[in-house]
């Protein structure tokens, strides 16, 4: 099973949602006898679900102010999300 959709937040900014699912299933019996028989079955199912919100792979605000913890997904490859950095008393 395969679904797309789009969300628009109040302020017109639209978030990509996709999820993608498989199913399957096996299944066998043999009869030894007239009140002895064998199953075996096998089943297998994969869900997976991708969001991308509007604001992802954009220009990075937080790092071109400064703040450092922030990741540069362009220039660096690297898929982890972005989180706000720790906050340390100063």
Do not use: C, E, K
Request: hydrophobic fraction near 35%; avoid cysteine.
């Amino acid at each position: 099973m395969s679904s797309r959709g789009d969300n628009t937040s109040i302020f017109g900014f639209l978030d990509s949602n996709r999820s993608l699912g498989y199913q399957a299933s096996v299944s066998w019996m043999h009869r030894f006898s007239m009140r002895t028989f064998g199953t075996l079955a096998y089943s297998f199912s994969r869900q997976s679900a991708t969001s991308l919100p509007f604001f992802a792979n954009r220009f990075n605000v937080a790092a071109a102010a400064g703040i450092t913890g922030t990741i540069n997904r362009r220039s660096s490859g690297d898929r982890r999300s972005f989180s706000s950095p720790a906050a340390s008393p100063a």
